[in-house]
């Protein structure tokens, strides 16, 4: 199978996982499993760690995210790579997902008292606590971006992309955790979120 079609295939897996997911979460199927994980995770994650969580939260705010995919785009143009220009529009269809899920399933945020203070003086957006959450566009955004910067790097013949696309991945997996360390997301936000991004990048 040429590597185009298995990834768009690989697409569709993905998109099929999603929507049988999105069609649990909303059943409230995991609802008792989102309660257990949050307070579990809230209580072995030390709160020193919040500074990380916010901080990893704050790259993959709308703003940055965008801001550094334009960036990606310019440059790959310049490398004549033109298939650089689905990037952005990918990411656009993923959002419109995201938001029409957040209307369409009642996924309820985290109450309040879960929520960690959430310092973020470029972006501050702890004072908003959007009344529905899934799927989180957070865990959309930081999946998106880091598959897509792990495919180029991996496609480049610079040292060490390997060691690169790990800690790209562990950027990933820290920011996820954190919005759930952080009560700004329940744990199936993030997994829902996460495979959009997948989906799409």
Do not use: C
Request: glycine share 4%; net charge positive; proline share 5%.
């Amino acid at each position: 199978m040429p590597r185009r079609a298995f990834l768009f295939f690989l697409s569709a897996v993905f998109g099929v996982i999603f929507f049988l997911f999105t069609d649990f979460v909303k059943s409230d199927y995991f609802k008792q499993i989102d309660f257990d994980l949050i307070v579990k995770l809230q209580d072995k994650i030390p709160s020193s760690l919040t500074p990380i969580f916010t901080s990893t939260s704050t790259i993959a705010s709308f703003e940055i995210s965008v801001f550094l995919l334009i960036l990606l785009t310019i440059f790959l143009f310049f490398k004549k790579r033109w298939g650089a220009v689905f990037i952005l529009p990918l990411l656009a269809v993923a959002h419109l997902i995201e938001i029409y899920g957040k209307t369409l399933i009642n996924h309820i945020s985290p109450p309040m008292y879960f929520v960690k203070e959430f310092d973020t003086v470029l972006f501050p957006s702890w004072y908003s606590h959007p009344e529905f959450s899934y799927p989180s566009g957070h865990a959309m955004r930081t999946t998106f971006l880091v598959i897509v910067l792990a495919g180029i790097v991996m496609a480049t013949k610079i040292k060490h992309r390997k060691a690169l696309v790990f800690f790209l991945f562990l950027f990933a997996l820290i920011t996820i955790l954190g919005r759930v360390a952080l009560g700004t997301h329940w744990p199936t936000d993030v997994v829902g979120g996460a495979l959009l991004g997948i989906i799409f990048s």
